[in-house]
């Protein structure tokens, strides 16, 4: 069916309905369209789909990760600001890369009670604005703190000790990033020593790493169920002897790939970690 007989049918049918649907089921909707969509066009088609997107129906999830990727600080900083007004303090998922300062991250924090799912990567977050929020980031289960590099083991530690909800935590590094400057064997401590219920962890090319921190981790977090260690050049671990003692961990990373059919991965985890 073209685009130009589905407007006449729906013009010709029931149209008010969708006039009259309530903002939760429009917000459904919309969700599917772009963000551009939501914010320039949507609001012109009729008084009640502009009260939607104007309200918190639409911002309980905010993903704007691929379109802050090519966006100045101060454009993504405003426009933050403004989906996370609109949420109205329901804000349950945000995903965005890039925060240029502490004082926009705060702002999230202090509007966001009900945040479950953080997704920063690439952010100019330090430690002291972590401790400083962590407090108010307690309904957190899922958490990406990848390539931020003004952050370490004080953040995460403060971060376990709050976030007791906490089951997926990405802390990838990049392969270019000088290991000196990252005390990572202290972030592994950290993780170990307040993160018990993990299930998810993520903490590729984290250059010094080594044996015992993989094994602090693995033996203090029960529940973990998948672990990437791609490009940990320091974990050099018996394939063998992690199958047998810990059988349900999947681990991606060296020397580690022959036992596991990452394709079959690939589908296990879009399946478990989607509720996250």
Same mark, same amino acid.
């Given at each position: ?27 459904l909707i919309f969700r599917n369209l ?75 924090? @202090?509007? %966001?009670?009900? &945040?479950?799912?953080l997704q920063v990567p690439r952010s100019? +977050?330090?430690? *002291?604005?972590? $401790? ?69 962890? @993520?903490? %590729?090319?984290? &250059? ?8 602090? +981790?693995?033996? *203090?977090?029960? $529940? ?53």
């Amino acid at each position: 069916m073209g685009q130009s007989s589905f407007r006449a049918i729906l013009l010709a049918s029931d149209y008010r309905c969708w006039d009259e649907l309530i903002p939760d089921a429009l917000a459904l909707i919309f969700r599917n369209l772009s963000l551009q969509e939501i914010l320039t066009v949507i609001p012109r088609v009729c008084k009640s789909w502009g009260r939607a997107v104007s309200g918190p129906y639409c911002w309980q999830e905010i993903d704007i990760e691929e379109w802050s990727k090519s966006r100045q600080p101060h454009h993504l900083d405003r426009m933050l600001r403004m989906l996370i007004t609109r949420s109205c303090g329901s804000l349950r998922k945000l995903s965005v890369t890039g925060i240029s300062n502490n004082s926009i991250f705060s702002f999230l924090v @202090e509007h %966001a009670g009900s &945040l479950e799912n953080l997704q920063v990567p690439r952010s100019e +977050i330090s430690d *002291s604005i972590v $401790e400083q929020i962590a407090g108010k980031l307690s309904t957190i289960t899922l958490l990406d703190v990848s390539y931020c590099n003004k952050i370490g083991a004080q953040a995460l530690e403060t971060i376990g000790k709050h976030c007791k909800l906490l089951l997926v935590l990405y802390r990838n590094m990049e392969l270019s990033s000088s290991a000196d400057q990252f005390p990572l064997e202290d972030e592994a401590h950290a993780i170990a020593a307040t993160m018990p219920k993990l299930k998810h962890l @993520e903490i %590729a090319y984290h &250059l010094l790493i080594g044996n015992e921190s993989v094994l602090k +981790i693995l033996s *203090s977090c029960p $529940e973990l169920e998948f672990v990437n260690l791609t490009g940990c050049r320091n974990v050099k671990l018996d394939s063998n002897f992690l199958k047998e003692k810990f059988p349900k961990v999947r681990f991606l990373g060296p020397h580690l790939l022959e036992h596991y059919d990452m394709n079959d991965w690939d589908l296990d985890a879009a399946e478990r970690f989607a509720q996250y």
